[in-house]
């Protein structure tokens, strides 16, 4: 499964962004697998911003509840985070995952698109 993560880009502080990953190869275990974002702020680690299941199930990091939404158009093979009242420290480099369990993990991650939130 390859993933290609898009949307980022420079956006005033209150502002709101919509990062978009497109998978391709491997149809049906796409759409089975449980979507992700991650961010990496420099000198940081990588965390996860929230993740949505096949079946819709979306769980979120405490950072970004409340001002995030993820959902999914399986026709489309695509996952999408928007993010609203963007704040500075929302700036980092988002990357899309994916990830199915079964029997071994299989777990993709996409390039990578930067967000910089200027205050």
């Known amino acids: 499964v390859q993933l290609q993560a898009s949307g980022g880009g420079l956006v005033q502080a209150g502002g709101s962004l919509r990062l978009s990953c497109v998978a391709s190869?491997?149809?049906?275990?796409?759409?089975?697998?449980?979507m992700g974002w991650y961010r990496q702020a420099p000198g940081q680690q990588r965390e996860l911003v929230g993740n949505i299941t096949a079946t819709g199930t979306t769980n979120y990091a405490d950072s970004v509840k409340g001002r995030c939404t993820l959902s999914r158009d399986n026709a489309k093979n695509t996952v999408y985070l928007q993010i609203f009242s963007l704040k500075p420290e929302d700036s980092a480099v988002y990357y899309c995952?994916?990830?199915?369990?079964?029997?071994?993990?299989?777990?993709?991650w996409g390039q990578g698109t930067k967000l910089t939130v200027s205050s």
């Open positions: 995952n994916a990830k199915l369990f079964r029997g071994t993990l299989y777990e993709s």
């Open positions: 190869g491997g149809m049906l275990m796409i759409r089975a697998m449980t």
